[in-house]
């Protein structure tokens, strides 16, 4: 019989990859899907199969964490031997905005999860991965953060986060249920979410170079933080759930890089170098030489014509409406014991992902200059 996982939050970057991997290791995989007025399944519609198809590995339901009727109903229906808990309201500078419905989706729904698996009598059916979090070193207590560091959470939502965390910590020790947190440092992909600082980069950065945007705009240029690729990061979460005993584990690289540094590597990786120069608000990048050999190669010889125009000039600046009112200045984790329990090593370095979002990017932004102009917005990011 194939295993079958639940995953919420299955639309967004970290489900698209978690179900297209237990999908190729034969699971039959159900997820829930927000109702929306646009079509939200981008990330996963390479995967999508009709509901007419006979023995279909991947059905969608419709559902929010908000309620917990829904979740039952849908954990009783599917009898999952897996749950992935992966729905939140993830955005940290949105969570400062939107407080309360951050606390109720990303604290509560992690609860509303568990107490169903509880009152459907699943405890000792169904293995719950709960989607915890760096956020929650916050002010980072110690360098590098490990699985006995305290948490000194810094935003509502990494306060959200730190209730989920307990109350997954709480089922396990009351219930004995087998649940686990991985406590993932961040990680980002061609899908990440748009608003994050490295999707953000690499797709101005794109349209830079294809000169279709001037400047880019960032906020704290000296953040560090440890950027792995989601692909990997997947992994580590099903080897989580794989054990015979439920436990927490930081998933990480162990190397941290400032943003400054990541908007460097990312024109690097088409050949335009960019230097930083004034402090502060003042801040700003300017091109400063473009490898014509690399930059004909990664992007096209016509673009390099315009762009080459541009040495000398400034392509990103400082807004301060992208400062948070508390920053997480740092953060670095020591994978010590998912490398030594799960035996889990990534695949991909720091240049690696820069190489990946960067070549998706410039990919897309021709496509979409394209779709734009025949009138089109429908893109297939996996494509
Ligand atoms: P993401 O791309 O923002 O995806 C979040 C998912 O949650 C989307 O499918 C979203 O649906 C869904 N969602 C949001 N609110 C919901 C609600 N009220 N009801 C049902 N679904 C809802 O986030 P991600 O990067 O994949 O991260 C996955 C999880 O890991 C999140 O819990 C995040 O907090 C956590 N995490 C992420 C990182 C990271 O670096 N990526 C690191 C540590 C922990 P829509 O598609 O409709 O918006
Ligand atoms: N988003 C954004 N936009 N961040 C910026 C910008 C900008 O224009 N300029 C600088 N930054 C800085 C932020 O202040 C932060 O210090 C850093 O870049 C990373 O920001 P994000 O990419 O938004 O990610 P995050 O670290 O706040 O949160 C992500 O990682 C967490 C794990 O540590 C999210 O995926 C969370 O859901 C996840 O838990």
């Known amino acids: 019989m194939a ?30 899907k927000r109702r929306s007025s646009s079509f939200n399944t981008d990330r996963i519609d390479h995967l999508y199969q009709d509901p007419h198809t006979e023995n279909r590995n991947l059905i969608l339901h419709y559902g929010d964490m908000t309620d917990s009727l829904n979740l039952t109903r849908i954990i009783a229906d599917v009898r999952p031997d897996e749950i992935y808990n992966l729905a ?10 939107t407080p309360e419905y951050t606390a109720n989706v990303d604290g509560l729904g992690a609860l509303r999860i568990l107490e169903a698996v509880r009152m459907l009598g699943r405890v000792s059916k169904t293995r719950v991965y709960q989607a915890s979090t760096s956020e929650l070193y916050g002010l ?16 509502p939502y990494a306060v959200a986060k730190l209730y989920a965390y307990w109350i997954a910590v709480n089922y396990r020790e009351a219930y004995g249920m087998h649940v686990s947190n991985g406590i993932l440092f961040n990680h980002e992909s061609p899908v990440r979410g748009e608003t994050f600082v490295t999707r953000k980069i690499t797709r101005a950065v794109s349209k830079i170079v294809l000169s279709n945007q001037r400047e880019l705009y960032l906020g704290n240029l000296s953040a560090k933080r440890d950027w792995g690729h989601a692909k990997d990061y997947v992994r580590a979460m099903h080897l989580i759930l ?32 960019v230097s930083f120069r004034g402090e502060g608000l003042e801040e ?31 392509v990103v600046g400082v807004d301060s409406n992208y400062f948070r009112p508390t920053e997480v200045d740092l953060l670095i984790g ?50």
């Open 242 to 273: 794989q054990q015979d005993k439920p436990s927490d584990y930081v998933i990480a690289t162990g190397v941290t890089t400032s943003v400054r540094e990541f908007v460097r590597l990312a024109f690097a990786a088409v050949g335009v170098e």
């Open 334 to 383: 020591d994978p010590a014991k998912s490398q030594t329990v799960l035996g889990w090593k990534p695949e991909y370095d720091l240049h690696a992902l820069v190489e990946d979002m960067m070549s998706g990017d410039i990919k897309l932004m021709k496509k979409e200059d394209y779709l734009l102009k025949g009138g089109h917005r429908v893109l297939n990011y996996f494509e």
């Open 284 to 314: 700003e990048a300017v091109v400063t030489a473009v490898d014509k050999e690399v930059f004909c190669r990664k992007v096209s010889s016509e673009a390099y014509d315009k762009f080459v125009k541009r040495v000398g000039e400034k």
């Open 3 to 32: 295993r079958t996982a639940l995953i919420t939050g299955i639309t967004g970057q970290d489900g698209a990859y978690l179900a297209e991997y237990l999908v190729k290791q034969g699971y039959v995989v159900h997820g829930i």
């Open 88 to 97: 939140a309201q993830s955005h940290v500078k949105v969570s400062f905005d």
């Open 140 to 155: 980072v207590q110690e360098v590098p953060q490990n699985e006995k560091t305290p948490f000194y959470p810094r935003s």
